[in-house]
């Protein structure tokens, strides 16, 4: 019998909505699905921030209605850091949906999610410190990002145009 599950899919900026994100996390997802003889009978995207809240992105609680609808329990996410790039976001998301009865499966390394050992959970936590890492990297290097991280941190940017 074929197993039905679901593919979630997220780019954190509007400017990726055109770039091949969700194609690649797609075909990661379908292509490792195949594999294993199960059928993606649908698939949810959201352009949001991995930071965000699971209970705040849109698509991801229609995700969980026609999951709980269609009675499908396995989510196939194309990386971790798909899910969140923040370790506490992760955590309490991997904590809410496992306990609801979801298997969350990280097709670039199955055991992310599903191995419950003390070590398996240690990989699973470093594997998200590291998103967050990389996301924090990313912000600070990036100079149309700076006004914005500058007033979140509560400092004031002025800029002054000067026409040449």
Do not use: H
Request: charged letters at 25%; proline letters at 1%; hydrophobic letters at 30%.
């Amino acid at each position: 019998m074929c197993k039905n599950v679901v593919g979630y899919y997220r780019t954190s900026s509007t400017t990726n909505v055109k770039g091949d994100s969700r194609t690649r996390q797609s075909l990661s997802v379908k292509t490792y699905s195949k594999k294993k003889g199960w059928d993606v009978v649908n698939e949810f995207y959201d352009v949001i921030s991995g930071t965000t809240n699971i209970l705040e992105r849109e698509e991801f609680v229609k995700m969980l209605s026609f999951c709980e609808n269609n009675s499908i329990d396995t989510i196939l996410f194309d990386g971790t850091d798909r899910l969140s790039r923040d370790l506490v976001v992760s955590e309490l998301s991997y904590e809410y949906l496992t306990k609801l009865g979801y298997t969350l499966i990280n097709v670039r390394n199955s055991k992310t999610f599903t191995d419950t050992s003390s070590t398996g959970i240690l990989v699973r936590q470093l594997l998200s410190t590291i998103s967050s890492f990389e996301k924090n990297n990313l912000v600070s290097k990036c100079p149309s990002c700076w006004p914005k991280k500058c007033f979140s941190e509560g400092l004031f940017v002025v800029a002054i145009l000067v026409d040449s």
